[in-house]
């Protein structure tokens, strides 16, 4: 067969976490976007339901499929940088990491970024990918254009002003409205960011959220539970010069005390919980203060070596606090023992239609648990914190949210089932986690 219509070498696709697994009928790998329509349309003539997978970060079921499992690893590459517009449009499958250091040595960037740079373009966008930002926004917020595959097999270009429902919905489309073939980023001259890391006070760090959030044009914290240790990080745009961080420091501290040490006190803990609080003690002393300048995607982003499961709420940015207050309430008096720590990053508000920050200033608030470890009782407690103060789940991170739940938390909810019904009536890229979220 094809490269269009084979089967699995063997048999099963496992996402990163290892927490899904599927085995599709078969695989298509298209290296142009004609490839892709044609797959698409011999699935459809098949009565194969369709899936695009980038490099499965994601913890739902979002691209599990039983029909046809497309890999669009030969659809990547910067097809066109416009220096003008200032825009690059990309390959849908190009991972972060590749496209980055491509914009780099083109001295460009985009504004803002998430933490883990292993995902693909399309992937990232489309489940809402996001770093940190007072000012700038998720990946998807920086999108200028989309090239997407309809059921029928259609190429539909959109822009904001070339199908701009279509625009406003696909950004972060689940994959519910067709598959994404390119995106075109905005993109600026490359510039450097200022990166101060500092241990801080839970206290603290929750009594100034407000003003570290509004002082720094990216903050974001992590909370040590079990502890009342933070630590900070606050970038910021620097005039220069680089002072990046040594190869020696920046081994010890990214790869050997946040990875390799890590991992070594994750398997401990999961092994012996109740030793979990005494390595959270010493684990949030570990990372010292630093300062380092450099270009962005080596300040917003860090190595993830250590597998685990996440889940991870939007809140409006002034419930933040108070959820954060009650989630580590609930954990000092509970027996949960967490060995990861909780992030805190924010959003301003954008206009994307299943954006978690659409319409409003948005704080985010990630729990985890250490891969083959049990999460369900925290992330059951944790998911009630959240949802009590109007929180929206990630797309991409584990919940148990339902249609009816998110219908009340997006105001524009019924915008995007309605265009899925004019893209998509017969749910040809339909499956289990879509029913769920977004109804029949």
Known sequence: MSRLGRRPADGTWRNWAGNVSVRPAREARPASVDELAEAIRNAADDGLRVKTVGTGHSFTSIAATDGLLIRPDLLTGIRHVDRSAMTVTVESGTPLKRLNAALAREGLSLTNMGDITEQTVAGAISTGTHGTGRDSGSVAAQVRGLELVTADGRVLTCSAEDEPEVFAAARIGLGALGVVSAVTLAVEPLFLLTAREEPMSFD???????????????????????????????????????????????????????????????????????????????????????TYTDIPYKVFTSPRRVRFMEMEYALPREAAVAALRELKAMLDRSPLRVGFPVEVRTAPADDITLSTASGRDTAYIAVHMYRGAPYRAYFTAAERIMTAHGGRPHWGKVHTRDAEYLAEAYPRFGEFTALRDRLDPDRLFGNAYLRRVLGD
């Open 204 to 290: 603290r760090v929750t009594a100034e959220f407000e003003a570290l959030h509004a002082e720094n044009e990216h903050f974001e914290f992590y909370w040590f539970p079990h502890t009342e240790n933070c630590s900070t990080k606050r970038n910021n745009r620097s005039h220069g010069p680089a002072a990046p961080l040594g190869p020696l420091s920046g081994w010890f501290e990214d790869e050997f005390l946040s990875n390799g040490l890590f991992q070594v006190a994750s398997s401990f803990g999961r092994a012996l919980p109740a030793a979990v609080p005494s390595i959270a003690r010493v684990s949030s002393r570990a990372l010292s203060a630093r």
